[in-house]
């Protein structure tokens, strides 16, 4: 057996994606909402026999390996080898998986590890005490420093590159990890991030792709530098899929059901260190739709929190508008005394933080009150500017009853008559439709259904049936004829039974029609068996029976009317020996 097979055989694909998605059990399937796609009901399900997924949605699916792949962007070897370190399954080494851009790729994971390395090692080191010092100023203990990797880069700009150069990285691979810079005015590079204190951001499988760095000196500009990401789009960092802690943060995420929102590194550290673990930050960059799917596969509520200040309020607000399109619950924490969530830890504890993310309110108050604060509430046009800034908003509250109870208080609110918002709201009323996970039941008639169930089910029913099905004259007007073909071929040539073989024989229609057939609820029926496949067979057998018998009497009929009675007198033997049979 190949790796890959091996690999695939000793993994489970329900394991592997139930850590990216929310999966629960129907029947004998696993359905969950798609990663891929923006949905409110469960058109994303997960064959556990036959190891694939499918989004009835999007069409997106496969097995484990194309999942991770889909799921963390990286390249098929990456995620061969992804998995096989997460289940410690021993990969060979062989140069076949090692395409160029793979190549490069562990290059720059190589030399990121050797970047943090050198930080950390640097922050620990003498050279590190004033850096530890505004550590321990912030109030962030050494175990908690050491949990999230903080660094140190190096003033004199040469300590990446000197370990680079040693390790003979080529110059493709040093411009392209973003992590030094090269020189304009004579040959060579020196390091990207230099004098800052290092924060490593790690991808959702825990491996770090990019560091953030916040300048230690007051006149070092910009306050914050992040991984840049290269021209050619080879770098690993790619900000808009990247959210800061969110390896870290996924399991409290589920098991809190909600995540944190943040805005920066310090405030992720300070929050996870008050005991609230389920924080994320968007890498001081506005929210992006990638990175709200990433918070959603974990949880559909969300608490944000973001800075007390004008940029902060206009960064919440653009995340607010980009949560809501995703269908996320969205509430607005907004803290006394103009704290951001670091500073009220330190100053009002973890417990108080903690209450205050308990009880933080819907994000349309929050929202309300920025209308009151942006527009004139004593003039007829800034009421009605405030109702425009809020109407996109209440028009993403799901639930009918709870939005006419929103558009009264807004009224309310605004000093605007109710009727004018709810003329608002009319005229721009959406109505989403989505297709749920099908049922399968049509087009396929109960007898292919039983027959493909039991012949998937299990190679001893293909090597009884499919043989004999291959012969059965009303193969032709099955709708899944394609399907049972692509098995006899698969049968023929000896091989093992693969779901992704079969489906690699078949157009999009037909592995459509499989997939929907595999992710059908049979569980009221139970799983097929030979028996029933037989029965199923023979009844098919006495049909076609039937079938030729009537069709010879007829050309019987036929030859002695027309006088041709040598013919008439053949066709009379075999109906016979037909009948003997
Ligand atoms: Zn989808």
Known sequence: MDFVEQLKSSIDIVEVVGQYVRLRKAGTRWVGLCPFHTEKTASFGVHSVHQFYKCFGCGAG???????????????????????????????????????????????????????????????????????????????????????????????????????????????????????????????????????????????????????????????????????????????????????NLHRAKGAIRSAGRAVLVEGYMDVIGV?????????????????????????????????????DEAGMKAAERSIEMLLQEDMTVRVLELEGGLDP??????????????????????????????????????????????????????????????????????????????????HFRKSAVERREKPLPDAKEPLRHVERILLSAVLASPEVRRAILPRLKLAPQLEQFTTRRIFQALFAIEESGGELRIADVQGRLDVRDQDLLSELLFADNSEEGEYTLEHAEACLVSLEQAGHEARRAALKARIKEAERAGMLEEALRLAQELNRLERA
């Open 342 to 423: 670091d500073e009220y830890c330190k100053a009002k504890g973890a417990e108080a933080y903690r209450e205050h993310v308990a009880r933080a309110p819907g994000y349309f108050y929050w929202l309300a009150d920025r209308a009151r604060a942006k527009f004139d509430m004593r003039t007829a046009e800034g009421r009605i500017e405030g109702l425009k800034f809020l109407l996109p908003a209440i028009q993403r509250v799901p639930d009918k009853l709870e939005r006419a109870t929103l558009a009264n208080d807004l009224a309310g609110y605004l000093g605007v008559e109710a009727g004018l918002v709810l003329e």
């Open 272 to 308: 996870w260190a008050a005991g609230v673990h389920e924080v994320v930050a968007s890498c001081g960059t506005a929210l992006v739709v990638n990175q709200v799917r990433a918070i959603k596969r974990h949880s559909e509520k969300i608490i944000v929190n973001f800075d007390p």
């Open 62 to 244: 496969g097995d484990a390996i194309k999942f991770v792949m889909e799921i963390e962007a990286i390249t098929f070897y990456e995620a061969l080898k992804l998995l096989s370190e997460r289940y410690g399954i021993p990969m060979p080494k062989r140069a076949e998986y090692s395409d160029p851009e793979t190549k490069l790729r562990a290059a720059l994971y190589h030399m990121h590890e050797i970047a943090q390395r050198i930080y950390r090692a640097a922050l620990l080191s003498n050279a590190g005490a004033e850096a530890r010092a505004y550590l321990a100023k912030r109030g962030i203990e050494p175990a908690v420093a050491e949990e999230f990797g903080l660094g140190l880069s190096d003033r004199s700009g040469q300590a990446l590159v000197r370990e680079f150069e040693k390790e003979g990285f080529t110059q493709e691979q040093l411009e392209e990890s973003c992590l030094v810079v090269r020189r304009q005015e004579r040959a060579g590079y020196y390091d990207r991030f230099r004098g800052r204190l290092m924060f490593p951001i790690q991808d959702e499988s825990g491996k770090i792709i990019a560091f953030g760095g916040r300048a230690l000196a007051a006149d070092d500009q910009p306050k914050y530098l992040n991984s840049a990401e290269s021209e050619s789009g080879k770098s690993l960092y790619k900000k808009s899929r990247v959210l800061y």
